[in-house]
């Protein structure tokens, strides 16, 4: 049997690992990107959301629990980084503590354990750079972070290595052209239109800007930081990466239908963002920016996941917040209704792992050691701020990258506070040795997105 996999986002990339599991499934994935996870994937908070703000009996809700837990055992399958650090929802006056409660309560019908109302003191004790105006919080232990492009990385790579294809910079605008038995459109913010040039009728999507301020200040708090959340979503967060910054972010401004490529950021949404984030921890410290950005994620009317199933294909629609956290979950029952249905076997030579890229700075010197002897190139530094060698731009390359993105999201080259100031030159003469590349044609994401319009002789 044949399935495509339209999009290769974190959903789209989590399905199509989980199909090739089955015995006489021929995969292919299409990406209408140059890599995998650069749509909503990629401008997104990486929050593994505990479960607890999903109002009872909503798709999410269903997913967003169950989604959660499976992270553990997929991190150590697939070799990304993932880390639980808990959040904290913080309350200001009574009114907050009442919401507070009211989360508690969705927690407990949802599934979510080990949540707790912690007092000011207990709190500021969590995180004591909490501004000192909190007087209670909601403590979730299980609520972690990822990198959200990492894990469809690892997913599709694993995917590819039990069988599928995958097709970048390859768009798909009609499910009815498609030569496949089955399709899953897991098309991010297209997601509608597809379905309806098959003839399913869904709720229309729009996409939802959310803007954000990455910063060097990495200790700055431990946890994910929340605001009591309102009709318009979750907040503006404070929060630790998994790569040791901090973010802050993101707005919320729906913008109309046709306005899916509009990701720039905005004076206002941007001092939005500092002044509620401030609320939270005073001490944020504006001159420790990196960088500035925007991302889109999809939204309905409903505001919640829509997602149809028939005997020929499933229709992924609207995975907005909570979205990367439920994408094992919905991967997980996508994949068990087109084997239930098209009665397919488990095969017995499926390997569910995927060994990441060797990362000589964070192993114990013995290990650094024997890794360096057996390549040099894990012993030559070419990113200063994030230590990454030589040896991880060459193996990102050999993985797939063919950006200057592509590497920076394999290894984090180019992500630290200098922002590719030192380090891109030297990556660009790897890619050019890698790949036959000339300068001239290498571009930093997209097409177009040339890098140098010429080379000094």
């Known amino acids: 049997m044949k399935v495509a996999v339209i999009g290769a986002g974190v959903v789209g990339s989590l399905i199509a690992r989980n199909l090739t599991k089955y015995k006489d499934v021929d995969v292919e994935i299409f990406e209408k990107l140059p890599d995998v996870g650069w ?36 991190s150590e399958e697939l070799g990304f980084p993932l880390k639980r650090t808990g959040s904290l929802v913080v309350a200001f006056n009574q009114e907050d503590i009442k919401i507070l409660e009211e989360l508690v309560d969705y927690g407990k019908k949802n599934g979510v354990e080990g949540l707790k109302i912690l007092s000011k003191y207990e709190s500021l004790e969590k995180e004591p750079n909490l501004s000192r105006e909190v007087v209670a919080s909601l403590w979730a232990p299980s609520t972690g972070i990822v990198g959200p492009w990492e894990v469809a990385q690892s997913a599709v790579e694993n995917a590819v290595k ?47 800007k959310g803007e954000y301020i990455l910063l060097d200040q990495p200790q700055l708090v431990k946890t994910v930081v929340f605001p009591v959340p309102s009709k318009a979503g979750k907040g503006i967060l404070v929060l630790p990466t998994i790569h040791d910054t901090l973010l802050l972010g993101p707005t919320s401004e729906d913008l109309p239908p046709d306005y899916k ?8 949404g941007l001092a939005k963002i500092v002044e509620n984030a401030r609320k939270l921890v005073p001490s944020i410290n504006l001159s420790k920016s990196i960088r500035t950005f925007a991302g889109l994620r999809p939204e309905n009317e409903l505001k919640d996941f829509v997602i149809v199933k028939d005997d020929k294909m499933v229709n992924i629609v609207a995975t907005r917040s909570p979205g990367l956290t439920s994408a094992p979950a919905i991967a997980e029952d996508v994949a068990l209704w087109v084997a239930d249905i098209k009665k397919l076997k488990l095969r017995s030579d499926f390997d569910p ?53 592509g590497v920076k999201l394999r290894t984090t080259a180019m992500f630290g506070r200098c922002q590719g100031s030192f380090c891109t030159v030297n990556i660009m003469k790897i890619m050019k040795k890698e790949l036959g590349e000339e300068f001239e044609e290498m571009e930093k994401n997209l097409p177009g997105s040339q890098v140098v319009d010429g080379v000094s002789r």
């Open 39 to 74: 749509g909503v994937t990629k401008a997104n908070s990486g929050v593994i959301h505990a479960g607890y703000d999903d109002e009872p009996e909503t798709v999410r809700a269903k997913y967003c629990a169950h989604g959660n837990a499976l992270y553990t055992k997929l």
């Open 162 to 208: 039990n069988g599928a294809k995958l097709h970048l910079s390859t768009e798909i605008k009609s499910i009815e052209a498609l030569p496949f038995d089955f399709v899953i459109n897991a098309s991010g913010l297209w997601a509608d239109e597809l379905a309806e040039s098959a003839g399913v009728k869904v709720t229309p999507l729009h996409p939802r």
């Open 261 to 268: 490529e509009s990701t720039e950021t905005t004076t206002e």
């Open 353 to 405: 792992y995927r060994k990441p890229i060797p990362r000589p700075y964070e192993m114990e010197d013995d290990e650094r050691n024997a890794l360096i002897k057996e390549d040099p190139a894990f012993g030559r530094v070419i990113c200063r701020c994030n230590k990454v060698t030589e040896g991880e731009v060459v193996e990102a390359i050999r993985r797939g990258a063919r950006t200057l993105d």
